[in-house]
C-alpha cells in the first residue's frame, strides 16, 4: 500500500489536503471517507489502510478549517457548512474522478459527510452512498441522555463562544472539536429546526437531496450516544429519488460491544462491521461506470 498527501485547490479558491492510501495493484473502486463534524482525517486511517489492502484506493480529507486544512487563527476562516459541500466535497469528487473514471466511486459519509450529500453539486458522479452513524441533528429528535447537555450547547455556549472568539473553542469545552465560527452558526441554525438542513436552506436544498439517484445504505446504531432512530430516519427522508437500505443494528449485532457514533471506524470492528457489513456494500460491477443523475 501506499500513503500519500495530495493538496486540492478548490472551486472557493483556498487548499484542503487530502490522503490517498492506493494498493499495491490496480484498484477495483475508489472510496472516499467523508468525516464527521470536529473529526479529523487521521482518525479514518485504520478503515482507510484496511480497505486499501482489499483492493480500494481510498481519499480521506479535512474540511477547510480542521485538521491539515488549516494553519492560524481559526478566527480568520471564513467558511460555512454550504462551503464545505460546494467545495471542499467536490473537490474531492472531481480529483477522483479525474483520476480514474472508469471503476466506480464510492462515497463513505460519516455523520456530517452524510448529511452534505444534497448539498455536493457533483454527487451524481457517486457510484453508490454508504452513511455511517448520520442522521438529521434536530436537538430535540437527538438521544434523550444528550437533551441537556445539546441545549447548552445551542443556547448559551455556541452563540456566546463564536461571538467572543469567532470561533467555537469546542477542544477546550470537550464538544465536538474546534470549528469556525460561521460552520458553528449555520449548524447551530440547523440543528434548532425540525427538518434541520432542508428547513433551514429551503428548496434548492431540498432538490439536492431528492436528485441524488445513486443507491444508499445507511448503517446506524442503536448506541449511538448522539442521534436517535428518529434522527436516522429523518435525514435519509430526504432521499426521495434513490433506493435506501436502512441496517440499524442492535449491540447484539455488533458482538455484544458497544460502537456509539465513533466506534465503528476502530479497528476492533475488522470482522464482524467492516468485513460483514461494510465490505459486501462495495460491490457494484467494477467495470462499468455509472453516473447518478
Known amino acids: 500500500m501506499q500513503k500519500e498527501l495530495q493538496p486540492l485547490i478548490t472551486g472557493g479558491g483556498y487548499e484542503i489536503v487530502s490522503t490517498w492510501y492506493c ?6 473502486a475508489t472510496v472516499i471517507l467523508a468525516a464527521a463534524m470536529g473529526v479529523e482525517q487521521e482518525f479514518y486511517q485504520p478503515l482507510a489502510c484496511w ?17 491539515r486544512s488549516w494553519q492560524g487563527p481559526l478566527s480568520r476562516c471564513g467558511v460555512d457548512l ?5 467545495f471542499d466535497c467536490a473537490a ?18 460519516h455523520s456530517l459527510g452524510g448529511q452534505l450529500l444534497g448539498m455536493i ?21 437527538n438521544a434523550p441522555s444528550l437533551k441537556r447537555r445539546v441545549w447548552l450547547l445551542w443556547y448559551v455556549l455556541a452563540p456566546l463562544s463564536t461571538a467572543v472568539l ?7 469545552l470537550k464538544m465536538v472539536g474546534d470549528l469556525p465560527g460561521a460552520v458553528m452558526r449555520q449548524w447551530r441554525r440547523w440543528c434548532l429546526h425540525p427538518r434541520y438542513a432542508v428547513g433551514v436552506e429551503g428548496e434548492p436544498i431540498k432538490a439536492g437531496y431528492a436528485a441524488l439517484a445513486c443507491p444508499i445504505t445507511a448503517i446506524s446504531f442503536e448506541d449511538d450516544e448522539l442521534l436517535s432512530r428518529t434522527n436516522i430516519d429523518s435525514l435519509h427522508g430526504f432521499f ?7 441496517y440499524h443494528l442492535s449491540r447484539e449485532d455488533c458482538d455484544g460491544r458497544r460502537v456509539g457514533h465513533l466506534g465503528f471506524f476502530r479497528p476492533r470492528f475488522l470482522s464482524n462491521l467492516w468485513a460483514s457489513a461494510l465490505l459486501p456494500e462495495l460491490q457494484l460491477n467494477s467495470s462499468s461506470r455509472r453516473l447518478c443523475g
Open 51 to 67: 480497505l486499501s489492502e482489499q483492493g480500494y484506493r481510498v481519499i480521506t480529507f479535512d474540511y477547510y478549517g480542521c485538521g
Open 23 to 28: 494498493p499495491d495493484y490496480e484498484p477495483v
Open 240 to 246: 426521495t429519488g434513490t433506493q435506501v437500505t436502512m
Open 166 to 172: 469567532g470561533y467555537f473553542p469546542g477542544a477546550r
Open 121 to 141: 453539486p457533483n454527487a451524481r458522479l457517486l457510484s453508490k452512498v454508504i452513511t455511517i452513524a448520520c442522521g438529521s441533528g434536530y436537538w430535540l429528535d
Open 82 to 86: 454550504m462551503d464545505w459541500a460546494r
Open 92 to 109: 474531492v469528487i472531481n480529483a477522483a474522478y479525474r483520476h480514474d473514471s472508469t471503476h466506480p466511486l464510492y462515497w463513505i459519509g
